[in-house]
């Protein structure tokens, strides 16, 4: 049965304030056996073969003993969880210009197309969201992170003071919430910045690809078979900030997570990475707080096991939303053959553009 909107659901979750919800939704989505293959074509197709040509090894296309088997699963989970949701193909529609621009540059770059749904997951394509850690605009950048991104953050105002406030460091301090100038009280203490690139769309992807390519090019990273899954989560966990300010060795950052947990288990490469250490998986485990700072004896922290099979499920559908509905732009014209023949949108049934307009104008 294909996979087709039948409920409103939600455009994303929230990985701080929804994560117990999504765990409990992908472990109850069952996918038939046609969908699971028509998904692994997805999988194949914008994980594992540029992982393959970054790792330089071929034969990881076709040998699925290799393929992260756990990291596959929860994608299919997910991707029956968002191909339900009338509201998640709503987003899509509202924010295919943006879409296919990040896509663009993505490319110029030579950068995977899944990580356009970064900013899907960050701030569902929109510049003013802040998150409670003071993360903010499209792609969720720390005050810090976007400096080290070459982008400008200055002559902020904090709740309840007159001074101005403008980073310096490149690197966020060590345990934000309680440490950051910024943050009181567990929350965000920035009302407003006289500038903040952070909310405009095309410096704040200049500067998003510049940490994504650090990543990617990483020679430890991309020998991995796992490039793709790898650069994702560094957008979460951060690639290498020792080489900044106290010159602290990060492990949560994802070089040194990867090279620990490979170096542990004696392997050269560990392609499956990612879903080896997606160990925080159940009501318990999740409970408290989704910070980063319990790994529930993995290498990752609680929020970046729980974020790169999103992002990839989201542009696993994007790709068959916007091939069906939008190949007239030139970003997406190579995403129509996923929707004809065998191609692997076949899984799902994707509403038209004209049905997803009504709903969001009220129409029937």
């Not at 095309?202 to 090019?217: H, M, P, V």
């Not at 995403?335 to 049934?349: D, R, W």
Request: glycine content about 6%.
């Amino acid at each position: 049965t294909p996979i087709g909107p039948t409920e409103e659901g939600v455009a994303s979750f929230d990985l701080h304030e929804q994560l117990e919800e999504m765990v409990k939704a992908t472990s109850a989505v069952e996918l038939d056996t046609k969908n699971f293959q028509l998904i692994e074509q997805a999988f194949a197709n914008f994980v594992i073969n540029p992982s393959a040509q970054a790792a330089g090894n071929e034969k990881l296309k076709n040998d699925k003993t290799q393929w992260d088997a756990t990291l596959l699963k929860w994608v299919g989970q997910s991707v029956g969880v968002y191909g339900r949701a009338y509201a998640f193909y709503g987003r899509l529609d509202q924010i295919s210009t943006d879409y296919a621009f990040v896509l663009t540059e993505l490319r110029k770059n030579g950068l995977p197309d899944a990580l356009a749904a970064i900013p899907y997951q960050e701030s569902k394509y929109k510049a003013e969201p802040q998150s409670y850690v003071c993360a903010k605009g499209w792609w969720q950048f720390l005050p810090e992170i976007a400096l080290q991104a070459d982008m400008r953050v200055a002559n902020c105002k904090f709740r309840g003071s007159d001074a101005l406030w403008t980073p310096v460091r490149k690197a966020p301090v060590i345990k934000v919430i309680e440490n950051a100038e910024y943050m009181y009280n567990g929350q965000c203490k920035i009302t407003s910045c006289a500038v903040d690139e952070r909310t405009d769309r095309d410096k704040s992807t200049k500067g998003a690809i510049k940490l994504l390519k650090e990543a990617y090019e990483d020679a430890d990273l991309a020998a991995s078979g796992a490039a793709v899954q790898l650069t994702i989560a560094s957008h979460n966990c951060g690639y290498d900030n020792s080489r900044f300010e106290e010159r602290r060795r990060n492990v949560y950052n994802i070089k040194h997570a990867y090279n620990d947990y490979r170096n542990e288990k004696k392997r050269q490469t560990a392609p499956d990475f990612i879903g080896q250490n997606m160990t925080c998986t159940t009501k318990e485990a999740l409970a408290g707080s989704l910070g980063p700072n319990d790994r529930c004896g993995g290498k990752m922290g609680k929020e970046t096991q729980h974020y790169v099979y999103n992002i990839l499920a989201q542009h696993i559908l994007a790709a068959c939303y916007y091939g069906q509905n939008y190949a007239d732009n030139p970003a997406f014209a190579d995403y129509q053959k996923l929707t004809v023949g065998s191609g692997y949108c076949k899984a799902f049934e994707v509403p038209s553009k004209d049905v997803i307009r009504a709903r969001l104008t009220g129409g029937s």
